[in-house]
């Protein structure tokens, strides 16, 4: 029979005292915790746990999607979570939060807590990020992408992931439902726009076959690259800075896919943001910059002093190396370049939107903001198989009709 119960703050006092190690970090008798509730994101229970002497963080699965108890949903997402925080943890250091306990009835994870720091895309709005934060995203996607694929370690490891990961099937489903398809179907309720403003360009979406056929070969990448272990929800809300103290969190949608994905949902996100902030427009378009300079530098880095990790690769000299290295770039550059598209619409017409457009000043400002995500989205879902560089890509960013 399954021990899983839905955990109050009292459980969740009760429990934690039962075990020593979580109990001594917080001090004290378990009485006296105090336990706050910081769910943010769409899908789980979240509390920060304090005690005399620290504090812990403790996600669980609620047996239906947080914001919507009608969507009814397994339990096994925090297990994904904790393999994948396992997985990555050795190769990223303090770029994520460190996983203390793990507990597969309850599906519960406790954590690092980060109760110093604050979620990026608020940050964002405020404007009080530290500029320059995505270097160290650069640097998370290169070191869990480059380590968890063919080239970064023996195969059989990465076979193990394909087929641990494959069973995330519930959170890859929202993941191809919600970001690859429901956002061009015409007659998917879950999708929800500014009527009347927005109708007629989301007719335009959902009715061109053109962009149905980029769209399927962004579906197709997706399902049908598995190059590395990958995030799968790397957006602004999934990532917490303290000054220049970055950090990862919620891997609940990790799978083996194409090492654009992470790059493009990132990306997308930083331009989500600079559609409702005209005046960050500058500052996302550097962080973009710094991001892909950031990832390509460690990436390249890691492949240079691991050349024969991996078994793909191994037999390349130092000039096969740069080749390689030039192609499977202006690759992940196509990938994130499709993905930002993609990400950009359905974060703007589709069921899961970004908080980002109530920075709006008004209805017409949301509606051009609107229009601008979802003018440069197209275009960079039809564009994407050909562009292949940073310069590229901030050429479409910035051209008349992107932003
Ligand atoms: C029902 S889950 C909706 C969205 O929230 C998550 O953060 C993912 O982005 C997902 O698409
Ligand atoms: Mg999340």
């Known amino acids: ?100 306990h793990f507990d597969p009835d309850l599906h519960l994870i406790v954590m690092e807590s980060l109760h110093h720091h604050h979620v990026l895309r608020g940050m964002l709005g405020e404007a009080t990020a530290l500029a320059g934060f995505s270097a160290r995203i650069g640097e998370y996607v290169a070191q869990t992408a480059f380590f968890t694929s063919w080239r970064g370690r023996p195969f059989e490891q990465s ?25 061009y179907r015409a007659a998917c309720a879950r999708n929800h726009w500014m009527t009347p403003e927005l109708d007629a360009t989301v007719a335009e979406l959902q009715t061109d076959a ?40 919620d891997g609940e949608f990790a799978l083996m896919g194409p090492i654009g994905f992470d790059a493009g949902l990132y990306v997308g996100n930083l331009l989500l943001h600079a559609a409702a902030r005209r005046d960050h427009a500058t500052w996302m378009a550097d962080e973009i910059e710094t991001f892909w300079r950031s990832f390509t530098h460690e990436y390249r880095a890691l492949w240079e002093t ?46 899961a939107q970004v908080s980002d457009y109530a920075l709006c000043s008004d209805r017409t400002g949301e509606k051009e903001a609107r229009l601008r995500a979802l003018t440069l989205g197209r275009m960079l879902i039809t564009r994407g198989r050909r562009i292949e560089t940073i310069n590229a890509l901030l050429e479409t960013i910035e051209e008349p009709g992107g932003f």
Not at 214 to 233: K, T
Not at 311 to 322: I, N, S, W
Request: glycine content about 10%.
């Open 1 to 100: 029979m399954t021990r899983y119960r839905t955990l109050s703050p009292p459980d969740l006092r009760v429990y934690l005292g039962a075990h020593d190690a979580l109990g001594a970090r917080l001090g004290g008798p378990h009485e006296g915790w105090a336990v706050r509730e910081v769910s943010d994101g769409n899908l789980n229970h979240v509390f920060i746990v304090e005690g005399p002497a620290g504090a812990v963080c403790c996600k669980q699965s609620l047996p239906h999607v947080r914001v919507d108890p009608d969507w009814k949903m397994p339990l096994t997402r925090t297990d994904f979570e904790a393999r994948y925080m396992r997985r990555v943890a050795p190769h990223v250091g303090h770029l994520m939060p460190a996983l203390l």
């Open 159 to 183: 076979m193990a992931d394909c087929a641990a990961f494959a069973g995330n099937t519930t959170l890859t489903r929202i993941t191809v439902d919600l970001v690859l398809t429901d956002p």
């Open 210 to 249: 053109a962009l149905h056929a980029s769209v399927s070969h962004w579906q197709e990448r997706f399902l049908g690259a598995p190059q590395a272990l990958l995030h799968g929800d790397l957006h602004t809300g999934s990532i917490m800075l303290h000054g220049d103290d970055v950090r990862v969190i």
């Open 306 to 351: 691991n050349p024969t990790s991996g078994d793909v690769g191994a037999l390349l000299d130092a000039a096969g190396r740069h080749q390689a290295q030039a192609q499977e770039l202006a690759m992940v550059m196509r990938d994130l370049a499709g993905f930002a598209g993609m990400e950009m619409i359905r974060r703007t017409i589709g069921y």
